[in-house]
DNA sequence: TTTTCGTCGACTGCCTACAGCATACCGTCC
DNA sequence: GGACGGTATGCTGTAGGCAGTCGACGAAAA
């Protein structure tokens, strides 16, 4: 047997490179910025997040340039990077959006995946549900973003997949602050969804689909009603206070 | 009057920065791309784009990643960047995706447009009109690219907007050597789909936003399946030829 | 002849250094 | 007292340079 066949049946064993410093950058900004160590319109000066990763400056630049195609950082040419603001306009648009592209992958879902999509939903769906009955929040959401992501997947479309899995991302930023209240009734839905792909009823799924986001949409409004943010009222470059010259 | 007032009043007038060499680049790059000066599957050496432009490797590697997230170039960590291979698979997922985005677009814009909004259709409608009964194929296609981005942008929807501006560039460049095909078909369709808007129709404006951009994806289809093309089929790594050390 | 290993060349990824610019501070003039 | 211009400071944008790594080629072994 060849290594190469071999290697395309365990296609999984895929060595985890120590891929490249940029990368590295990228997911540990994204954590500071959900994790909000990092707060909405603050500026996010090279040099300073080069020392704190302990990398140099152009990684941390690169990263910042991927991060702003990506709508978590604002460039201003001459003036830095900054993180971005989330309206709550603009969080309704986002979920809108998400919504259609979900919508849609849900049908085409439905018309395309095989028993053994099917199989992995319901495996995902059972570990989603095993993880809120035990209050396992996190792995509850993670949980949630792998299931929509796989129904995406599912799709065949990987255009509208690789899309979709954007808006998601940027989605649970917004969202997760404020996600963790659904909790069941959601995976009742998922299951519902489920149910509609196995049976290959495309309309059935995509309305689930659209029901789904759109109450996951108005529970977020909701909260954000609540607890408005307005941390950084004037996004102005940051000074650093004068340093006292001690000496 | 405070000058800021006037600023906003005129704020078209934005001094066309000379901008940074990164995004200088990146249109010159997206330039050679769609020129077929770089041809699918061609590997992008930075130092030859640099040296190319007149400029050093760093804005070169920046546009490039920045291109990568658009899917003009893939990046292959380690190796470098190749241009993106459009296989027909993808450009008709591509296309699928736009409908979705550009029909929802529609629908919207029915809502959300007011007067101004139609009168600027209008206009830009008659500019095409024209410029397809004069043969200027050019001026064609990129009133028809500015048309369907102010759809988009009436629809309300920023996010929806700058996903389908992405999206429609890419489709443009896939598409541009077989657009010149529809020609007033394609402006009557418009001309439909204002009238709708006007109307305040979403739902006929949606149907005939989704016929249209069908029709468009047909049209390309049979092309490409008169004309295949695969220039590159092993995307590897070129090699120079070994320098014959003159001297 | 086919396979395997060593070597070479070239390119990428990253770091460091410099020039230009935008902003904030502060003394001066009206 | 308020506005204006000069000056200082920190940051960005860009360039150049070095080490690591990947692929290709060629020689040696089976």
New interface residues.
Partial sequence: MLLSDQAGQAAATKIP?P??L?ESVIEAIQELIVSSQLKPGQHLVESELAELLGVSR?PV??AL??LS??GWVDLH??QGAFVHVPTLE?AD??L??RT??ET?SARLAAEHAGEGGVRQLRSLCARGIAAVQSDDVDSAVALNSELHALVTALSG????AE?ASQ?ARRVRWYHTPVARQRGMASWDEHTALIDAIEAGDGQRAARIMREHTEHTRASYMEQRENDPVEPAPKPVRRRRPRTPQAG
Same sequence: chains 1, 2.
Avoid at 157 to 160: F, G
């Fill in positions: 490179r891929a490249t940029r152009q630049r690169e340039q991927q195609g990506e040419p001459g603009e648009q986002l809108a959006v259609l592209l849609e479309n990987a255009v509208l899309l808006v």
